[in-house]
């Protein structure tokens, strides 16, 4: 398991010196380590605290610690408001959706917000990787009824993972995470080859992403 100081020694040799990373918030994230990602969030500022933040939620839903989850999300949200960019945008449409998944009562208000600012991070940049994963995993989370539904999912997962193609310099997170929504998607449709080969894909992108690693495990079982 990757250690808060091998964490650390991500942000030292970076570009940014001793900022906290995207990249350092991943190892953290891969090993589901709430304690490195609380660290981590504290010691970042703008969008990476707020990208730490979310990831943090999801470690601590996770290991069932819903008020750490919660407070994690709050933050989040009164960093990414206030932001006018497409990445800013993309991520707190995330948060939005997270917060519903934690408390669907919560979707008569966070729904809209949530579909309004995603459509605004869209019309800023509408081939952005981060905002097409984040249409993936909003139709994967939504009944066809309303828009949404597996098939959705797969198709925005696949203009994500072709924007993922185009080189990344700043803000790189997700490309993972796109195969295995889409191998979500396709599991959902009955297609259990296609899944593993998008949750293989998956790790010969990163090898160390644990949830592709988790979903591969289960399915082996």
């Given at each position: 398991m990757k250690s808060l100081t091998f964490i650390t020694a991500i942000s030292l040799f970076s570009p940014l010196g001793f900022a906290t990373t995207i990249e350092s918030v991943d190892a953290a994230a891969n090993q589901m380590?709430?304690?490195?990602?609380?660290?981590?969030?504290?010691?970042a500022s703008g969008y990476t605290k707020a990208y730490a933040d979310y990831r943090l939620a999801i470690?601590?839903?996770?290991?069932?610690?819903?008020?750490?989850?919660?407070?994690?999300?709050?933050?989040?949200?009164?960093?990414?408001?206030?932001?006018?960019?497409?990445?800013?945008?993309?991520?707190?449409?995330?948060?939005?959706?997270?917060?519903?998944?934690?408390?669907?009562?919560?979707?008569?208000?966070?729904?809209?917000?949530?579909?309004?600012t995603l459509d605004d991070a869209s019309d800023i940049e509408p081939g952005n990787p981060r905002v097409l994963l984040v249409r993936a995993i909003s139709a994967y989370n939504t009944p066809a009824i309303f828009g949404g539904g597996p098939g959705n999912a797969i198709?925005?997962?696949?203009?994500?993972?072709?924007?993922?193609?185009?080189?990344?310099?700043d803000i790189c997170w997700g490309h993972?995470?796109?195969?295995?929504?889409?191998?979500?998607?396709?599991?959902?449709?009955?297609?259990?080859?296609?899944?593993?080969?998008?949750?293989?894909?998956a790790l010969e992108t990163n090898p160390d992403y644990g949830w592709a690693k988790f979903l591969l495990s289960q399915a082996a079982r």
């Open positions: 380590d709430v304690s490195a990602l609380e660290q981590l969030s504290q010691q470690s601590a839903n996770l290991k069932a610690d819903s008020d750490k989850a919660n407070a994690a999300l709050e933050q989040a949200v009164e960093i990414l408001k206030p932001a006018d960019d497409a990445e800013s945008k993309a991520l707190l449409a995330a948060v939005y959706g997270m917060q519903i998944g934690m408390n669907p009562l919560k979707g008569m208000t966070l729904g809209p917000k949530a579909g309004a198709e925005f997962s696949n203009q994500a993972i072709a924007s993922y193609q185009q080189p990344c310099i993972a995470e796109a195969y295995t929504w889409r191998g979500l998607a396709k599991q959902q449709l009955g297609d259990q080859q296609g899944a593993l080969n998008d949750w293989q894909q």
